[in-house]
């Protein structure tokens, strides 16, 4: 319902580098190649995501709403995924009705708008084509590792479309959280693995280099926004000279996935201190659950929430280090991010409920931080997803000044262009886009053209 009343069909945003001077204006002069398709943007492949937009471009005239219907799905796809290890990690002790239950509390997290920037625009698609893929690629390989090479095809095809071709923007934060992964379930099952587990390991192994290699080979070559690139030595920089307020602006992100930005700005008792606590009490509650995953053996049954909050922690550390030198501390908080760290609280949930329904005792003290940890999710989500929808009117009515503006290009004065944003990039682009008839010009009566 969110999507259907508030976006719009107007691409704007990061989109405007794939226009012109990107490869759509290559598509549409005939001069379109893979290396167009395949080039980086601020060291990231978005290959899927650009093949996506080029059919839309070919067989809808570059409709995004094509995209919009897609998201829901993709994230009942990653539910579903979930789903199957929850099950698997609480049977058969518990019944399907108690596991089905139970499952409910984890898709108000998977679908709250808390991640709304990640649902409404043009350039959504690229926030949610990832984790669908990167879990059923984590799944496939735990398979394999576990299981046997009957599972070999499927962990290769699933991980070359993770890294490869859907990977996105997340695709850096796989990495360490995979050897994370691999590296603690090594550990805990030292004693019981076999020469036909190391053998798969060092299959993978081979197989992960070599996908890795395809991946960065010429990376910093001919990139189509090199000054946004995570990995530029000064941003680095920028965090060395500034420590403790980078360490503000990590905090900061993980009190997004709880407390979204909106409800930062919408309410006054939310100061940027106050923020810094919130992110630095979802940190203390990560650590307890990665403690508590442990001590419960968990693990015996499932690693995919460790890997989740992994994969959480990995993202928002290189979140910090490709912005925190660009953007203020409110930055932190774009809920684009929170499409990938809403799924490391949903882990978190995870491993509390498991944690909660084993047959030892936990005491008092346990049972009340881990029931503050609930209350403060939900609490944070609750309060977030009601202030979402109550500027949702205003953001509605904000693309829709974008949208006419952008009908007037040429006729619209220095002054509104500034206050909307519309730079020269833009501008550009939205004239490309008129020249084709695409995307709002699909179907413009004569007299606004």
Not at 210 to 224: C, E, K, L, M, P
Not at 289 to 316: C, D, G, K, N, V
Not at 404 to 413: H, K, S, V
């Amino acid at each position: 319902m969110y999507i259907l009343l508030t976006a719009t069909d107007y691409f704007y945003g990061d989109d405007t580098i794939l226009i012109k001077g990107g490869f759509i204006e290559n598509y549409l002069n005939g001069t379109l190649t893979f290396a167009d398709l395949w080039r980086p943007k601020g060291m990231i492949r978005f290959l899927g995501y650009n093949l996506l937009l080029l059919a839309n471009t070919k067989w809808f005239s570059m409709n995004p709403k094509i995209f919009f219907f897609m998201i829901p799905f993709l994230l009942l796809i990653s539910a579903l995924l979930i789903y199957r290890d929850y099950r698997k990690s609480l049977s058969p002790e518990r019944s399907p009705e108690f596991v089905a239950t139970t499952f409910f509390i984890f898709t108000l997290i998977i679908f709250n708008v808390i991640q709304w920037q990640g649902l409404i625009s043009g350039y959504s698609l690229n926030f949610q084509l990832p984790m669908p893929f990167i879990i059923a690629s984590f799944v496939s390989l735990e398979l394999y590792l576990t299981k046997g090479k009957r599972y070999l095809p499927l962990a290769f095809i699933l991980t070359a479309l993770a890294v490869l071709v859907f990977g996105g923007t997340p695709v850096f934060a796989f990495a360490p959280a995979l050897v994370l992964t691999f590296l603690c379930y090594i550990l805990t099952h030292h004693l019981s693995l076999t020469k036909d587990f190391w053998v798969r390991a060092s299959i993978l192994g081979v197989f992960l280099a070599v996908i890795a290699v395809i991946y960065t080979f010429g990376i910093h070559q001919n990139d189509s926004a090199p000054a946004f690139s995570p990995y530029h030595s000064s941003f680095v920089a920028e965090v060395l000279t500034r420590p403790w307020e980078a360490a503000q602006f990590f905090l900061t992100s993980f009190c997004a996935s709880v407390v979204g930005i909106d409800a930062f700005f919408a309410c006054n008792y939310f100061s940027t201190h106050s923020i810094t606590i919130i992110g630095m009490i979802v940190v203390l509650f990560y650590a307890l659950a990665l403690i508590l995953f442990f001590r419960s053996h968990m693990y015996e049954r499932t690693y995919l929430p460790f890997f989740l909050i992994m994969q959480t922690i990995s993202h928002l550390a290189i979140v910090t280090i490709g912005r925190f030198g660009l953007v203020g501390r409110s930055g932190a908080m774009m809920s684009s991010y929170t499409c990938v760290s809403i799924f490391g609280l949903v882990a978190m949930v995870w491993i509390f409920i498991f944690v909660l329904v084993q047959p030892g005792r936990l005491s008092a003290f346990l049972k009340s931080i881990i029931y503050a940890g609930f209350s403060m999710i939900f609490a944070g989500l609750l309060l977030t997803s009601i202030i979402v929808w109550r500027v949702q009117s205003d953001r509605k009515a904000y693309f829709e000044q974008l949208r006419e503006t952008a009908l007037q290009i040429d006729t619209a004065t220095p002054e509104e262009l500034e206050r909307l944003d519309f730079n020269e990039q833009i501008c550009s682009s939205l004239r490309l886009l008129r020249q084709y008839k695409l995307n709002i010009y699909r179907s413009v009566p004569a007299g606004r053209k």
